[in-house]
């Protein structure tokens, strides 16, 4: 079999673990790049929005428009957003077992 040998500088490789194209990150609502979207009915209500926006650490963009009717859902998810819920780590096999029995793990509720 021959072996094959290039003339003139080496090519580039690319770095291991990145893909060949760009990917957009996942935009969360009421960051910068992706602001909740308002539209209120009246200057009052603007400001009560845009206080509870600034509370909680919120951007967004309030329109007002006395002809259309309200539209605040994108807060309203925000609002009833989930917190990420924490699991706690199952003891290894040789450890106490969490029952309190007095056993290790791989005796008593591993088995």
């Given at each position: 079999?021959?072996?094959?040998?290039?003339?003139?500088?080496?090519?580039?490789?690319?770095?291991?673990?990145?893909?060949?194209?760009?990917?957009?990150?996942?935009?969360?609502?009421?960051?910068?790049?992706?602001?909740?979207?308002?539209?209120?009915?009246?200057?009052?209500?603007?400001?009560?929005?845009?206080?509870?926006?600034?509370?909680?650490?919120?951007?967004?963009?309030?329109?007002?428009?006395?002809?259309?009717?309200?539209?605040?859902?994108?807060?309203?998810?925000?609002?009833?957003?989930?917190?990420?819920s924490?699991?706690?780590?199952?003891?290894?096999?040789?450890?106490?077992?969490?029952c309190?029995?007095?056993?290790?793990?791989?005796?008593?509720?591993?088995?």
């Open positions: 079999m021959a072996k094959i040998f290039q003339k003139g500088p080496a090519m580039k490789q690319a770095e291991r673990g990145k893909s060949n194209f760009e990917t957009k990150g996942a935009l969360r609502l009421g960051s910068k790049k992706a602001p909740v979207q308002i539209r209120v009915q009246t200057q009052d209500r603007e400001n009560e929005l845009a206080a509870i926006c600034a509370e909680n650490g919120w951007a967004c963009v309030i329109e007002i428009d006395a002809e259309q009717v309200e539209d605040i859902r994108s807060l309203e998810v925000l609002k009833n957003q989930q917190a990420t924490v699991s706690t780590k199952t003891p290894n096999r040789n450890d106490p077992c969490s309190n029995s007095g056993k290790k793990y791989k005796k008593c509720c591993g088995a």
